[in-house]
């Protein structure tokens, strides 16, 4: 038995594989963002002195890295409704991109901050700086400056698992090429295209944050 590649039919769905591809950047990006905050918050919890933030916090890191990303989602969508809480696809997968992005994120930042030297909040002590002050204008910013590289792997790998989106018919990239593999039958032609959209699109991220970690590196 033979198989005859032709990409015809793959060609000319091609525009909604890119339509696809541009919502699972949107859906990867704005996860980033929210994770990158209930991280950070989280990552301070870690290494709070009091047992009150700190138990909690991990409790929340280890439940979420030790639970299945798809499990989440599919907790997310098809059983929070039944506790009251309605949301949209998009929005029911996002949320929960960004809560299991956030748990990975804390042990990142955790490391990041606990690597400042304590000179540096002496430092802001010592120049009638507020503690809050300290934090938001001397060590998140050196924080994220070192951590750059991790936070640039979050990233690609937060944008290869949008495709997880499809199980719930998010129409992200993986969604599309389903669908067409499904009308066209080129299966093999189908997810090649799909295959090369998510290796180009991932070397161009990673192409990106290398240059961001060249221009903000920490000077040593």
Partial sequence: ???SLNFAAVWRSFDLLLEGLALSLG???VAILAGCVIGLI???GLISRRALLRKPAGLYVTVIRNTPILVLVLFSYFALPELGVRLGKIESFVATLAIYSGAYLAEVFRGGLIAIPPGQREAGLA???TEMQIRTSII???MLR???PSLGSTMISLFKDTSLAAAIAVPELTFEARKINVETF???ETWIVA???YVATCSLLAALMRAAERRLAVPR
């Fill in 195 to 197: 295959s090369c959209l």
């Fill in 1 to 3: 038995m033979t198989y």
């Fill in 27 to 29: 859906l990867a990006f």
């Fill in 42 to 44: 989280t990552a301070f």
């Fill in 186 to 188: 080129r299966v093999i």
């Fill in 146 to 148: 070192s951590v750059l």
């Fill in 140 to 142: 998140i910013p050196l």
């Fill in 127 to 129: 120049i009638g700086l």
